[in-house]
Antibody, heavy 125, light 104 residues
Framework: QVQLVQSGSELKKPGASVKVSCKAS????????MNWVRQAPGQGLEWMGW????????TYAQGFTGRFVFSLDTSVSTAYLQISSLKAEDTAVYYC??????????????????WGQGTLVTVSS | EIVLTQSPGTLSLSPGERATLSCRAS???????LAWYQQKPGQAPRLLIY???SRATGIPDRFSGSGSGTDFTLTISRLEPEDFAVYYC?????FGQGTKVEIK
């Protein structure tokens, strides 16, 4: 069965970096893109961007350029999110979500059909 | 940039009641792209509806979606205890702010 398993919670000081992993199993990793979604405490979902697991090409949403980097290690079916120069406002749960492109009424759409369990990143001095 | 506005913010209902959640887009969108997700406390979101009206695999038929243009609706015909959660509509690449369905 499809599973996305993320790395555990992190506590970091402002200015540090963090790398969150998302290990996929149960499907061919390079056949589906991977998205990242942020959820600040008590807030809604915010799409951060996605990475093409075939080419490694990332696309970042507005507000997630510069300090945020998506990467892959296809040999271990794992996607990574690295955040540098951490700020208190980066405190959030970060989710990876598989992108299942599906044809609906002649249009290819994006579905986030499987999600990781989330990784809490806390930034505090 | 498309903005999705969900209403109401909170819906207080009893088990067995019908829930109607609204999602309004800031401009007309293709219904093919509109999806709904459910999120329970401490859990990752789960895909419920895609293409505005198609249920995802394993989703009970008490969940239904409808709408077109700028107005979309998620309906839960009879609330079960496990349905009390937050619901988000989604259109690439944005989410609505969510509607919390709570027990009255």
């Amino acid at each position: 069965q499809v599973q996305l398993v993320q790395s555990g919670s992190e506590l970091k000081k402002p200015g540090a970096s963090v790398k969150v992993s998302c290990k996929a199993s149960g499907y061919t990793f390079t056949s589906y893109a991977m998205n990242w979604v942020r959820q600040a405490p008590g807030q809604g979902l915010e799409w951060m961007g996605w990475i093409n697991t075939n080419t490694g090409n990332p696309t970042y949403a507005q507000g997630f350029t510069g300090r945020f980097v998506f990467s892959l290690d296809t040999s271990v079916s794992t996607a990574y999110l690295q955040i540098s120069s951490l700020k208190a406002e980066d405190t959030a749960v970060y989710y990876c979500a598989r992108d299942n492109n599906t044809m609906v009424r002649g249009v290819i759409i994006t579905l986030f059909d499987y999600w990781g369990q989330g990784t809490l990143v806390t930034v505090s001095s | 940039e498309i903005v999705l506005t969900q209403s109401p913010g909170t819906l207080s209902l009893s088990p067995g009641e019908r829930a109607t959640l609204s999602c309004r887009a800031s401009q007309s969108v293709s219904s093919s792209y509109l999806a709904w997700y459910q999120q329970k406390p401490g859990q990752a979101p789960r895909l419920l509806i895609y293409g505005a009206s198609s249920r995802a695999t394993g989703i009970p038929d008490r969940f239904s979606g409808s709408g077109s243009g700028t107005d979309f609706t998620l309906t839960i015909s009879r609330l079960e205890p496990e349905d009390f959660a937050v619901y988000y509509c989604h259109h690439p690449w944005t989410f609505g702010q969510g509607t919390k369905v709570e027990i009255k």
